[in-house]
C-alpha cells in the first residue's frame, strides 16, 4: 500500500519538494555574490595592490629595487633559514607522527597538545620567550657572553624563533593521516623479514609522501614569511639581520615604497606558488584514494 | 610520564623515535617556554598587576579584544555563507577561489600589512571614496578590524565546509518530506549540524587575530590609548630593554589564548558526545 501511494504522488508534490531542498534562483545569486564581492575586498585587493604598487614606477624601477645589495642579502637570509628550518621540522614531524600512530603508550595526547602548543603563542611573545632565554639579561645571556656567542639580534635567534613558530606544521598533517593507515603493512613488512629502515623507505614512505610534501609546503611559507617573531630577536641591523619581510618593514618605514612593495612582491609570489602546490597536492592526495578505492574494488 | 608503559608491537624503532621527539620538543618548544614560566616567577605581584592594568595597556586590551572579535564574527558570517556556496552551488572560478580562500595562510603578514594602507590611505584605491564619507579607515580602529578580519578569513571556511560536505542529504529530504519550508529546514536541521564546527572556527580566527603583530601595525597608525594594540607594547617594550613590562603583558595574552585552546578542545569534546549521542 505504501509502495503504491509512493507511485501515485502528483507531480506538483516532488516540485515542491525540489524547492524544499534549495533556495530560489535570486537567494542562491545573492549569496554567491556576498560570498565573491567579500572575498575581493578582503583578499584580492590586497594582493593586486602589492603588485600595482611595486610597478608603479615602471619595470626598471622594480628590478633596480630588487637587485639591490640589501635586498639581496635579505633574500639569501630567508633562504638560509628556510633551508635549515624546514628539514628539522620534517625530521621531527616524522619522528613524531611514527611514535604517536604506531605504537601505544600513555600521555599520547598531552604529547599531541604539547606540540600544537606553539600555535597558541602569538607571534610577538615567541621572539619574547627567545630573548628571555638568551638576551642580555636572560637566562643563558652571561654565559653567552662570556663565550663571545650572539644568539639575539644575529642569526642564530632568528632561526631558533623560526624553528619554534613553525614546529608543529608536517607533525600534525602527519600524525593523523599515519593513525588513519594504523600500522598493519609495517606489522606485515617486518614479519616478512624486512628491517626498520627499509620497512620505513618502502612502506611507510609511499603512503605519507603527499601528507609529508603538503607540511613541508606549508613550513616552508610561514618560515620564509614569518614577522612578527623574527623581528623581536633580528634587531634590524641591514644587510645582516634583516629577512625578507624585515627589509620590506624597514623600506616601507623609510618611504621607499616602490622597493618595499617589489620585495613584498616575491613574498606574494611565493604565497601564490604555495597555494598552487597545496591544491596539487589535495587534488593529487584525492586522486590516489580514488585509485586505491577503485583498486580494492577490481580484487 | 610518557613512554613508560608500551604495549607490544612487532615494529622497530620505538625508542629513537619517542627519544628524538622527546629531546627536539624540549630544546625547540618545551625549555623556552620555561624561560618565560622562570622570568613570570621572578615578577613580584604588585607590580605585574600595576603593569598589567595600567591606562595605556588597558586600552591596548580593549582594542586587541575587540577588533579580533569583531573580525571573528564578520568572519563567522562570510565564513558560513563562503562554505555554503563553495559545497552546495556551482559558480564559474569556483576551484580558483576555494584555493584562494587560503591566501592568508600563505601571504607572509607584512605584506599584508603594507597592502592596507594602500588600500584605505586617504590617496589609497578604496579610501579615496571612503574618506569623502566621513570614514577614515587608516589609522583607526576601523582599520585594525580590517586587517584581523583578513588573517582570520580561512579558518571559519575550513572547519564548517567539510561538515556541510558530509551532511547526508537524506536528513534534509525527511524534513523536507515532513513539511518543513527551506528557511526552517535550515534553521532547526542545518544550523544545529554545523554549530560546533563554527564556533570552533570562530574561535580559531579570534584566537589568531588576539596574537596578529605584523599586518596591523601598518594601518593602525599605533597611537597610544588609541590604535595601539597589545602585541605592539610588547614589541615597544622590548625594544626599551624592559622584560619585565613586556612579560607581564605577555602573560595576559597567553592567558587568554591557552583559555580560547581549552575552550575550542571543550568544543570538540562537546560536538564528538553530541554526534555519538545522536547516532546511537
Redesign the interface.
Known amino acids: 500500500m505504501q509502495a503504491a501511494s509512493m507511485t501515485n504522488r502528483p507531480n506538483c508534490r516532488s516540485s515542491g519538494r525540489r524547492r524544499a531542498l534549495t533556495e530560489p534562483a535570486w537567494v542562491r545569486g545573492l549569496l554567491i555574490a556576498a560570498a565573491l564581492v567579500f572575498l575581493l575586498l578582503f583578499l584580492m585587493l590586497p594582493l593586486a595592490a602589492v603588485f600595482a604598487q611595486a610597478l608603479e614606477k615602471g619595470i626598471g624601477a622594480y628590478l633596480h629595487a630588487l637587485g639591490e645589495r640589501d635586498a639581496l642579502a635579505a633574500i639569501r637570509l630567508t633562504l638560509l633559514t628556510a633551508v635549515i628550518v624546514v628539514p628539522f621540522n620534517a625530521a621531527f614531524g616524522i619522528a613524531a607522527a611514527w611514535a604517536i600512530a604506531k605504537f601505544e603508550f600513555r600521555g599520547k595526547n598531552l604529547l599531541i597538545s604539547l606540540i600544537d602548543l606553539p600555535f597558541a603563542v602569538s607571534p610577538v611573545v615567541s621572539g619574547l620567550i627567545f630573548v628571555l632565554l638568551f638576551g642580555l639579561q636572560g637566562w643563558l645571556g652571561p654565559w653567552l657572553i662570556s663565550h663571545d656567542l650572539k644568539v639575539i639580534f644575529a642569526i642564530p635567534g632568528i632561526v631558533l624563533v623560526t624553528l619554534f613558530v613553525t614546529f608543529p606544521f608536517v607533525a600534525r598533517e602527519l600524525i593523523p593521516l599515519m593513525q588513519a593507515q594504523g600500522a598493519d603493512e609495517e606489522g606485515a613488512a617486518v614479519v616478512l623479514g624486512a628491517g626498520g629502515w627499509k620497512t620505513f623507505l618502502r612502506v611507510t614512505l609511499p603512503n605519507i609522501k603527499w601528507g609529508l610534501l603538503y607540511g613541508i609546503i606549508l613550513c616552508n611559507a610561514r618560515a620564509m614569511g614569518e614577522f612578527g617573531a623574527v623581528s623581536v630577536v633580528s634587531g634590524h641591523i641591514r644587510g645582516l639581520t634583516n629577512t625578507m619581510p624585515l627589509h620590506v618593514e624597514v623600506l616601507y618605514n623609510e618611504y621607499n615604497f616602490v622597493a618595499a612593495f617589489a620585495v613584498a612582491s616575491l613574498l606574494a609570489l611565493l604565497a601564490l606558488v604555495t597555494l598552487a602546490a597545496k591544491s596539487f597536492v589535495e587534488w593529487k592526495t584525492q586522486h590516489t584514494a580514488q585509485d586505491a578505492g577503485e583498486g580494492a574494488l577490481h580484487t | 610520564?610518557?613512554?613508560?608503559?608500551?604495549?607490544h608491537?612487532?615494529?622497530?624503532?620505538?625508542a629513537?623515535?619517542?627519544g628524538?621527539?622527546v629531546l627536539?620538543?624540549s630544546l625547540?618548544?618545551?625549555?623556552?617556554?620555561a624561560?618565560?614560566a622562570?622570568?613570570a616567577a621572578s615578577l613580584d605581584w604588585p607590580q605585574f598587576w600595576r603593569i598589567a592594568t595600567s591606562p595605556r595597556v588597558l586600552s591596548s586590551y580593549r582594542l586587541s579584544f575587540g577588533a579580533s572579535l569583531a573580525g571573528a564574527m564578520t568572519n563567522a558570517l562570510?565564513g558560513v555563507?563562503?562554505a555554503?556556496?563553495?559545497v552546495?552551488?556551482r559558480?564559474p572560478f569556483q576551484?580558483l577561489?576555494d584555493?584562494?580562500?587560503?591566501?592568508?595562510?600563505?601571504?607572509?603578514?607584512?605584506?599584508?600589512?603594507?597592502?592596507?594602507p594602500?588600500?584605505y590611505a586617504s590617496t589609497?584605491?578604496?579610501g579615496r571614496w571612503l574618506e569623502p564619507l566621513g570614514l577614515p579607515v587608516a589609522f583607526t580602529p576601523l582599520g585594525v578590524w580590517?586587517a584581523l578580519?583578513?588573517v582570520g578569513?580561512p579558518f571559519v571556511v575550513r572547519t564548517v565546509q567539510p561538515v556541510l560536505a558530509d551532511l547526508d542529504?537524506e536528513i534534509?529530504?525527511a524534513?523536507?518530506?515532513l513539511g518543513?519550508?527551506?528557511w526552517q529546514?535550515i534553521r532547526r536541521v542545518l544550523f544545529p549540524a554545523i554549530l560546533p564546527a563554527l564556533l570552533t572556527g570562530f574561535a580559531l580566527s579570534f584566537?589568531r587575530a588576539?596574537?596578529?603583530?605584523?599586518s596591523v601595525v601598518?594601518i593602525s597608525g599605533n597611537m597610544p590609548m588609541r590604535t595601539e594594540i597589545a602585541?605592539l607594547l610588547?614589541?615597544t617594550k622590548?625594544e626599551q630593554?624592559d622584560?619585565t613590562g613586556?612579560?607581564a603583558i605577555?602573560l595576559v595574552?597567553?592567558a587568554a589564548?591557552?583559555l580560547?585552546?581549552f575552550a575550542i578542545n571543550g568544543l570538540q569534546w562537546w560536538s564528538r558526545r553530541h554526534e555519538v549521542r545522536s547516532h546511537g
Open positions: 610520564m610518557i613512554g613508560l608503559i608500551r604495549r608491537s612487532v615494529l622497530p624503532g620505538f629513537p623515535a619517542m628524538f621527539t627536539y620538543l625547540v618548544v618545551l625549555i623556552p617556554l624561560a618565560l622562570w622570568k562570510f555563507i563562503l555554503w556556496v563553495l552546495r552551488y559558480f576551484r577561489v584555493a584562494l580562500v587560503d591566501l592568508p595562510f600563505a601571504l607572509p603578514t607584512a605584506v599584508a600589512g603594507i597592502s592596507l594602500a588600500l589609497g584605491w578604496i580590517i578580519t583578513f578569513l542529504a534534509e529530504e524534513a523536507a518530506s518543513a519550508g527551506r529546514t584566537a588576539l596574537g596578529e603583530y605584523g601598518f602585541p610588547i614589541v622590548l630593554y622584560y613586556a612579560t605577555a595574552m597567553l589564548s591557552f580560547i585552546l
